[in-house]
């Protein structure tokens, strides 16, 4: 371990530096272990089931790399599991083959608490940066919360080297856990599924998905700066029947799957706005 000062827009802060091994080379083991990387974090080896991923990856990192948990560096101070969630637990038990028990053992699954990992680890712990991550695209680390929890060993740790990444770094627990889950699926996964269905939809008409481009990075940046309630427009929030009634004739004719999803988001938009439209019935 050693000590480094990073320089920030705000601060000079003393960060240490600790050797990582990074289990995973998906979307997310990938983006973490380039910001690890360029945070000066010493990533020392990468593990994928794939050798080509593994080797692939750790080229980037400057690291060593293996396919077989058999061949894990024992020497390091943390190591961080980012693969599928289904998978975590089967890992933490073969690791514990190879590592003693106090070492830091940290998963990035933000549905699960750190006892996924085997209770062999003393110091299993969450290592959950908020974000959707690909392999091609470069997120600007300093925007994005990382939520941790485990022992408080294990959080000291984990506590420093996520300062080294992001402005943002929260704590974690069971409540938090599940409404934090909940709340990204409404606004990332469906959001995006609400895209998948326009983009379908202007397509209809030969028209670019681009064209509303400009209108959902609007639509981002005011839920943001005026809070969402107060961001809203469109016909349900107005209580424009004649409108939603077109709209559900064509989505009858052309794309019936997404009928009863209009209809609902338009019966609760309208009910939460009825205070501004008082008279007006819900979609029937």
């Excluded at 530096?17 to 272990?33: F, P, Q």
């Excluded at 299993?124 to 600007?140: E, W």
């Amino acid at each position: 371990m050693v000590c480094y000062y990073q320089h920030t827009t705000k601060e000079i802060r003393l960060v240490l530096k600790y050797k990582i091994v990074l289990i995973g080379s998906g979307n997310l083991a990938t983006s973490l272990g380039v910001k690890l990387f360029e945070s000066a974090q010493q990533v020392v080896q990468v593990y994928s089931k794939t050798l080509e991923n593994a080797k692939g990856l750790a080229k980037k990192l400057h690291c060593n790399y293996t396919n077989s948990l058999n061949e894990i560096d024992t020497s390091a101070d943390i190591y961080i599991i980012g693969i599928k969630d289904d998978k975590i637990h089967e890992v933490s038990i073969a690791l514990k083959q190879f590592l003693k028990p106090d070492k830091i053992i940290a998963h990035t699954s933000g549905v699960n608490s750190p006892n996924l990992i085997d209770d062999y680890f003393i110091n299993r712990s969450l290592f959950y940066p908020l974000q959707s991550f690909s392999k091609i695209k470069t997120l600007l680390w300093d925007e994005i919360p990382i939520f941790l929890e485990g022992s408080t060993y294990a959080t000291k740790l984990l506590t420093e080297v996520a300062h080294g990444l992001s402005n943002q770094v929260l704590e974690m627990n069971d409540q938090i856990r599940t409404h934090l889950h909940l709340a990204s699926v409404f606004a990332n996964n469906f959001s995006n599924f609400n895209l998948l269905i326009a983009e379908r939809i202007l397509a209809k008409s030969k028209m670019p998905f681009t064209v509303i481009q400009s209108l959902m990075k609007e639509t981002i940046d005011k839920a943001f700066a005026l809070g969402s309630k107060s961001a809203q427009t469109g016909p349900a929030k107005r209580g424009d029947n004649l409108t939603i009634e077109k709209h559900i004739r064509l989505l009858v004719t052309e794309f019936p799957e997404y009928r009863s999803l209009y209809k609902k988001y338009s019966q609760i938009i309208q009910k939460e706005f009825k205070h501004e439209n008082p008279g007006t019935d819900s979609t029937s």
